[in-house]
């Protein structure tokens, strides 16, 4: 049983250069040579508006060459590696891509992944966005046992206003919820926050939540603001903006004791 576990959230902005991304995905790592579980936020390898690279990063090859990368972090640093999202073909539609969670373990194995469910057609005014013309969504919900007793659920961004998720997770014995997101800024600044908090509150589990940030090559511009949230809802640790890196000890008996003090979760009359 490992009491505590030493977790890492990243926050970059990341480009339409693969090798770059990556590059600064190791010079942030660097200097934290002993984690147990690194958060990558969502598109951590490519940000692009072009759909021939997005085709071209979606191949199998080029997939390989992205979980090797990824494999080969989590062995460096022994760590449970949530790597974000990256773009894989959807088997069934070959004109669409999933936007797709690889989770390895610490010696690098492939050991699940989740493909975000809920997808972004929003129209803001000021920005619109349609993911479902180029993203199929997952269909099933994804956790991932840890070191022992933790159990982690899957998200990606726009999953986060949807609470049956997470309370799915929490009903599967979830304690951690990971949410790697790239969050517009009109929608970060009045919902990003609030709605992290309540899923740690409601769920009384640890939050993970690493985001991408700043004006990125295709124009667009992201949030920021990657925390790491405790299960009464306190903000541990918090990057507003710029590149960087966070860090955050959980502690699952801090956990068991609000659970202990607050049994909320024992009080649920729906399923």
């Known amino acids: 049983m ?4 030493h977790a890492a959230c990243l926050q970059l902005c990341s480009s339409d250069n693969i090798e770059e991304n990556f590059h600064k995905i190791k010079q942030l790592l660097a200097p934290y040579p002993k984690l147990d579980i690194i958060l990558l936020p969502e598109n951590v390898s490519l940000i692009t508006a072009n759909h021939s690279s997005k085709h071209d990063a979606a191949q199998p090859q080029s997939v390989n060459h992205i979980y ?7 062995k460096q640093h022994q760590a449970w590696l949530i790597a974000g999202t990256i773009l894989i073909q959807d088997k069934n539609n070959p004109n669409k891509y999933n936007n797709h969670c690889p989770v390895f373990s610490p010696t690098g194995v492939l050991v699940s992944h989740y493909n975000k469910m809920h997808l972004f057609d929003a129209d803001l005014g000021s920005e619109s966005w349609q993911e479902s013309q180029s993203i199929s969504a997952g269909d099933a919900p994804q956790s991932i046992p840890l070191n022992s007793p933790w159990k982690a659920g899957l998200s990606i961004c726009y999953d986060l206003r949807f ?3 997470y309370r799915h997770y929490s009903a599967q014995g979830c304690n951690i919820l990971t949410v790697p997101a790239a969050f517009t800024v009109p929608t970060g600044k009045a919902h990003w926050q609030c709605l992290l908090k309540t899923r740690a509150i409601e769920n009384q589990c640890y939050v993970l939540a690493a985001g991408q940030w700043g004006k990125h090559q295709d124009g ?8 790491i949230i405790d299960p009464w809802g306190k903000v541990l640790t918090k990057l507003e903006e710029g590149e960087g890196i966070i860090t955050a000890q ?3 008996n801090h956990l068991q004791h609000i659970r202990q003090q607050l ?3 024992q009080h649920r009359k729906l399923p």
Do not use: I, Q
């Not at 667009?220 to 925390?227: L, N």
């Open 250 to 252: 959980l502690d699952y």
């Open 263 to 265: 049994p909320a979760l």
């Open 2 to 5: 490992k009491a505590t576990l």
């Open 220 to 227: 667009r511009t992201t949030y920021g603001h990657s925390m």
């Open 68 to 74: 090797a990368f990824f494999s080969a972090l989590a």
């Open 163 to 165: 609470p049956e998720l």
